[in-house]
């Protein structure tokens, strides 16, 4: 079946400082892939997706590369603001389970000023 | 455009009495509908997923219930509730378009059961 794997973290860092989360996945066909955001206390955002390999999704800054050939799909945000300190989580959908969704662990991320 | 509504926000129950959780969306038809829940940290777990009315699907044995009485409701339930369902749970919709879509999620509920 379908499977995510991110690191768990928790990541902390300093504000402007560079964030990488890596994410990798294994699925049957070709699945589309996400990052979702969390806040405290709220449900889940979605952050940014690509739908095919090669593609790169971005927002606010972050952006991932869906890569076949490594089966990852890593966030990086260049410069990290206080306000970015939530958990992260990587997700896949379709492929050989079609609709459901399939999340990673989750990351926690601090940003200090 | 679509709007997903979760409630309650937050429920303290005490162990033995029943719940019950609604969820329903807005602006869109025959959704995916989804349970999610989050215990202590951070990982979701998948409970239940419904593709149409009246079809449930439960991803893992457990205490609770789930149900579609209409296209855009989906409704979590338990007859007995135990310390071990406390936890914080969303509900979230997707589309069905060639399977590959994101899905959206409600604000959540944060369960106590004490």
């Known amino acids: 079946g379908n499977s995510v794997t991110q690191m768990e973290g928790p990541v902390t860092l300093s504000e402007e400082a560079f964030l990488t989360i890596n994410c990798t996945y294994t699925?049957?066909?070709?699945?589309?892939l996400f990052w979702y955001v969390q806040y405290p206390g709220e449900g889940l955002q979605l952050l940014l997706k690509a739908t095919k390999a090669d593609d790169k999704g971005s927002n606010k800054g972050f952006e991932a590369t869906y890569r076949k050939e490594t089966t990852s799909f890593h966030l990086e945000k260049g410069s990290v603001q206080v306000s970015d300190s939530a958990v992260y989580f990587c997700a896949l959908s379709g492929g050989g389970s079609n609709y459901k969704l399939t999340f990673g662990k989750g990351t926690l991320l601090t940003v200090n000023p | 455009s679509q709007t997903i509504h979760q409630w309650p926000a937050t429920l303290v129950q005490p162990v033995g009495s029943p719940l019950s959780l609604e969820c329903t969306v807005e602006g869109t038809s025959n959704p995916n509908l989804y349970w999610y829940r989050q215990a202590a940290g951070r990982g979701l777990q998948l409970l239940f997923y419904?593709?149409?009315?009246?079809?449930i699907s439960s991803e893992v044995p457990q205490n609770l219930s789930a149900s579609r009485p209409q296209d855009r409701q989906f409704i979590l339930s338990s007859k007995k509730l135990l310390l071990s369902d406390s936890g914080f749970y969303l509900c979230?919709?997707?589309?069905?378009?060639?399977?590959?879509?994101?899905?959206?999620f409600g604000q959540g509920t944060r369960l106590t059961v004490v």
């Open positions: 979230a919709w997707s589309g069905h378009v060639g399977g590959n879509t994101e899905a959206f």
């Open positions: 699925a049957t066909g070709y699945p589309s």
């Open positions: 419904s593709v149409g009315i009246g079809q």
